[in-house]
């Protein structure tokens, strides 16, 4: 299997991976672009995106990954919206 099977191999695997946990209903896009991967989305949590980030190094050990997972801001305003 040649390097970038191997590479689309262990994504696939990944995105099996994180389907079958609790992290499958998360809007997170995996991208193979060029020499690296992509993990990209926003999850509900600061523990969903550790859980995230454990299960992506383990799964893609010894790849370059780029993530930019946002943690969405569910708490409610401080201040009321200014319509004009």
């Known amino acids: 299997m040649n390097d970038q099977a191997n590479v689309e191999y262990r994504i696939a695997h ?4 994180l389907a079958a946990e609790e992290l499958g209903e998360l809007g997170i896009r995996i991208e193979h672009r060029g020499s690296s991967v992509n993990v990209v989305g926003t999850v509900p949590s600061s523990h969903c995106r550790a859980e995230l980030l454990r299960t992506v190094n383990d799964q893609l ?14 708490a409610a305003p401080d201040h009321p919206e200014e319509v004009v």
């Open 61 to 74: 050990a010894g790849l370059t990954v780029h993530c930019d997972i946002v943690v969405a801001d569910a």
């Open 14 to 17: 990944l995105k099996e991976r």
